[in-house]
């Protein structure tokens, strides 16, 4: 049986929903996509793989999910560095910058050099809410992503896909094809064109609400914030 997928609408209401009936803040859900994002790091790219890890972070909630993941990182004892070229004035996304100037991870200006002496990616700019033109400086920064030979793991969307109907059929994004795939509470629609490694992440859902929803909780195992999962939702 394949994967039941979250629409982008779908996925929003649920969002909304974990923050009402939920009972869940939004800095609560976004410590832990961020820690299920560290953990598919972690995994796919062991320490001695190369600790250098470099972190694209669009103004958004996935955003947020990168700046928590690179704080992970770090202590994990990895060397992130983070790429934040729009920064929100938010209190949220300013306490999570902060944290990590704590820890003196270094904030990049310039992608495509740091890009030259990193080990792994993630890409965090865009997530299930995206839709529309891909805008500056962003379009530089996927199609590096899309031309690289270094590993990218992106978070619940690649950057520029289509939530539904997945990669652009041309111009920014169109050859874009991350190798690593988080997909944060349940897969969305875009999942059925990722021919790379898929993880679940977000373990934190009520049964009552994922029924609510039609879609299924992972078996997590242990301490695991993730499931790694093949093209029909069975578990690798």
Not at 9 to 30: C, I, N, P, R, W
Not at 172 to 188: C, E, N, Q, R, W
Request: aromatic letters at 8%; proline letters at 8%; a negative charge.
């Amino acid at each position: 049986m394949a994967l039941k997928t979250l629409s982008a609408k779908t996925a929003a209401a649920l969002d909304k929903e974990l923050m009402s009936t939920g009972a869940f803040s939004l800095d609560q859900l976004m410590e832990l996509a961020g820690l299920s994002v560290s953990q598919v790091v972690y995994r796919v790219h062991p320490l001695n793989r190369g600790k250098r890890v470099l972190v694209a972070v669009g103004p958004g909630n996935n955003g947020g999910d990168g700046l928590v993941a690179a704080r992970h990182l770090c202590q994990y004892g990895y060397q992130p560095s983070v790429y934040y070229p729009k920064r929100p004035k938010n209190d949220l996304y300013m306490r999570l910058a902060k944290q990590l100037e704590a820890l003196d991870v270094p904030f990049v200006d310039d992608f495509p050099t740091a890009l030259q002496s990193t080990d792994h990616v993630i890409d965090a700019i865009f997530g299930f809410s995206f839709s529309g033109e891909v805008r500056e400086p962003f379009p530089a920064v996927i199609q590096a992503m899309a031309e690289t030979k270094v590993p990218v793991t992106s978070v619940d969307a690649p950057s520029s896909w289509d939530i539904e109907a997945g990669p652009p059929e041309s111009g920014v994004g169109s050859s874009f094809h991350p190798d690593v795939l988080i997909s944060l509470t349940a897969p969305k629609p875009l999942v059925k064109h990722f021919r790379g490694r898929h993880f679940i992440g977000g373990r934190f859902v009520a049964p009552g609400i994922a029924k609510k929803y039609d879609f299924d909780i992972p078996a997590y195992e242990g301490i695991d914030q993730i499931v790694e999962v093949g093209p029909e939702g069975l578990k690798l």
